[in-house]
């Protein structure tokens, strides 16, 4: 039996920045935008939210998926998994395969791998590949002007869903061209060209024609390439050098409206590509970092669930940034008094004790009356009627503003200012309070929709706190 | 209800501003000898059997730590008992309430009950780092305005409440201010300079909130067989109550009131058998503007929804039919934490006996009943009260 990618999910933060307005900034010229991870973005929320949106598209519960790897060049941690946020957040096993896979932009491509051989040998039926990054590129450098954000996930298991994994071939040297060491926030590049012929070129090259052997399909064979796009024409050098045409890279096309979203990038080509291909087309994808290059092959064997946000619907709600802003979301134009200190540093067993039912919002809804206490870790008897016998409920994302307030007067350590404090009213009915963000403060009205979605709260002794936000939906605008 | 009757025999207060000359020791001590020398027939320190000191969060002016040694090491009378009461911002009225239960109780005849917080010594930023300091994630950005904003948007919106009327608590409490000698603000606004100030958290500019006040203020609370031995003119306390709430502000049921207030007053007006229409005069706690209006809902005083008419119609003002916070309140006087409750009550001291030291005699209000209700609500999530009801009637 072949394994399948059984449901997918996207995600694109709100904000972009024009290449132009980098240009402004640094001279030269830009042409497209980039997509760029708001103030309390990270691999991390934004994995957290693709996820999310794959597990509804394969129509999969979160205790069938077996194993969860995450590919990322841009963790926040050197030592300290990711997935332990995301699980949370996903509500998944804890008796699961969890790996992190990093260290080059084609992390994710690696843990697709693996996870098709976990599945192909039986030792799972469903895992969860995601791709998320948000690299940093050194200001006024040559990457600056393409480095975007995002997050992809795929569910990888058995039988058919929405695409067979016909196979893959990987090819990998010695070669070196951009780095990043322990030390050091940006990215770095050696040589421009350097790169894209001996490094990029070279690489998806042999990869593909190893996979090309492989599957015995020539390339015009295959319906939609998806590759790597480390800039606007590399691709598309590769791929014409290989005898494929324009129209074949044409859906996944996406450097001009996201930019390179590093390990995230091949995982948002393909959903881009499964959102408009028929059952039968064949589709190529092919990674690059650091390299070393994974190779695809897929046939489409049908469509997910509808859900609410696809990727088209992630490209069209957006807002544009200016340079400065974009400085202050890297950190590199900052209030350097230092952050006001919390009660509790973010490693308390406080946090530990409370991170899953958080991060998936879960109730004790009492027998007695029916209110759903909240957190249930703090509610062993019923605020309302005293009862003690409660039944563990997950509360809906969704709601609408109750009431609300907007702060204009945040301390040190509080990233969005004005900062606006919602209280909303569950589809359940359960009032709920947390943080809004990406707000503009006239926007904010009682009765309003909005959603919880997880971000990073706080950043205490380089650690970070997450917890769930209230946003509007986002809708194309 | 089996309790020996409590009296007020001495009252005392400093100026509350920006004491930056001031230590928090000094600042008690000025408040404890003006207090002293307020009782009319004098007392003697050794004459004091217990004290009960107020202070909400002395980790905010940097070194002390909690403890009634505080107070009783400041005014040179280590040795007797003295308890510290710390419970948000009705931190004064509960050491108050539980001055007046030691004395109820018959244990002590005569105690202390003082009041203070060094506001100042620590910076704004300090003061707003607290919105760090709840839950990390649940109370992740609480400060106080972000406790009593939201009520702001909700009675706007169920009521038709308007920011002009909110300002009207302001301009009314300014103009009380600069009657009260005591005031740290001592200027009179506009609606239209209230409107215009800089907003802090919407729905509330800077003008719709209190300062950062340093102060401090004591009573002498007395069994009533013997007030006649320190005054003519002693207060009684009436009645008191406490309300508490649930913590976190998703548990509660309505954003347009303070539970914790209502279930406070109940039982002051139950102890103390008065109903709202007994009531001459009020010191409620207006640290912002619309906390006075939900205040005087919650109170009895109208129905709910209309406390921002009634301050439109103008009948909280002194003269009005119900005159609200006369020394100017926390908008105006000030709101040194721990002190505000004491020097509510102090306020109404003064204004049940008919001696409020003013310039002006418009300051004092009339007395129809003689009788006269202190309240504050706050603490985490909003979540208690104390209310408190004197009279000049035995």
Known sequence: ?477 | MGWNRVAVVGAGIIKFGELFEKSAEEMIEDAYLTCLKGVDKGIQPKEIEAAWLGTCRPGLHGYQTVGGVSLVGAIGLAGIPCTHVENGCPTGSDAFRNAALGVASGVYDVALCLGYEKMRDNTTQGLLGLAAQGHPVLQRGETAMTMFAPQAVRHMHEFGTTKEQMAMVAVKNHYNGTLDPYSHYQNLVTVEDVLKSPPVCYPLNLLDCCPQTDGAAAVILCKSDIAHRYTDKPVYVAGFGMGTDVPYVHEKEKLTEFVATVRAVKQAYSMSGLTPSDIDVVECHDCFTITEILNIEDLGFCEKGEGGRMVERGETRIGGRLPVNPSGGLLTKGHPLGASGIAQMVELYWQLREDVPSQDPRRQVELRKGNALQHNVGGRGISNSVVTILSRNK
Not at chain 1, 158 to 169: C, T, W, Y
Not at chain 1, 220 to 230: E, F, G, I, N, W
């Open chain 1, 1 to 477: 039996m072949k394994a399948s990618i059984v449901g997918y999910g996207t995600y694109l933060p709100r904000y972009r920045i024009q290449r132009e307005e980098i240009a402004r900034a640094w001279g030269g010229r830009g042409r497209g935008e980039n997509a760029v991870a708001w103030v309390n973005e990270d691999i991390i929320t934004m994995a957290t939210e693709a996820a999310q949106n794959a597990l509804a598209h394969g129509g999969v519960k979160p205790d069938d998926i077996g194993a969860i790897y995450l590919g990322t060049e841009s963790s926040p941690f050197i030592e300290q998994s990711t997935i332990g946020v995301i699980g949370a957040a996903l509500g998944l096993r804890p008796d699961i395969d969890m790996v992190d896979f990093g260290a080059s932009t084609r992390a994710a491509t690696a843990a697709l791998k693996t996870a098709t051989d976990a599945v192909n040998v039986g030792r799972i039926r469903r895992g969860l590949v995601i791709g998320s990054d948000c690299r940093q590129p050194s200001p006024g450098g040559e990457l600056e002007q393409g480095f975007g954000a995002g997050a992809a996930a795929l569910v990888v298991g058995e039988g058919l869903g929405v695409a067979q994994i016909d196979g893959s071939f990987t090819y990998a040297t010695s070669f070196r061209d951009t780095w990043r060491a322990t030390s050091e926030p940006h990215v770095r590049l050696f040589e421009p060209r350097y790169s894209r012929e001996y490094g990029y070129a070279k690489h998806l090259t042999k990869a593909i024609q190893g996979l090309l052997a492989e599957t015995g399909i020539d390339i015009q064979d295959y319906h939609h390439l998806a590759l790597y796009q480390p800039d606007e024409r590399a691709a598309m050098g590769v791929a014409r050098s290989l005898g494929a045409t324009p129209a074949q890279m044409e859906a996944a096309n996406l450097f001009p409206q996201v930019g390179d979203a590093g390990a995230a990038l091949v995982f948002l080509s393909l959903a881009a590509v499964l959102d408009v291909a028929g059952e039968g087309e064949k589709v190529l994808a092919c990674s690059y970092g650091s390299g070393a290059s994974d190779a695809f092959a897929f046939t489409v064997t049908g469509k997910g669930k509808t859900t609410a946000m696809t990727l088209d619907a992630y490209l069209k709600s957006k807002d544009y940034l200016d340079y400065t802003t974009l400085l202050k979301l890297r950190g590199l134009l900052k209030d350097p008094s230092p952050p006001a200190k919390m009660g509790l540093p973010p490693m308390s067993p406080l946090i530990s004790r409370e991170m899953a039912e958080l991060l998936r919002p879960l109730g004790a809804k009492c027998q007695g009356c029916g209110y759903v206490n909240f957190p249930p870790s703090e509610r062993h008897i019923c605020i309302r009627c005293g009862d003690t016998s409660f039944d563990t409920v997950l509360l809906p994302r969704n709601g609408q503003i109750h009431t609300f307030c907007i702060n204009f007067y945040m301390p040190a350590g509080f990233d969005e200012s004005p900062l606006p404090v919602i209280i909303a009213d569950l589809e359940d009915g359960t009032r709920h309070r947390a943080l809004g963000t990406e707000m503009k403060p006239e926007d904010v009205k009682v009765d309003r929709e909005v959603e919880m979605v997880v971000r990073r709260l706080a950043t205490e002794d380089s650690v970070n706190l997450y917890g769930n936000v209230f946003r509007f939906p986002r809708q194309a605008a």
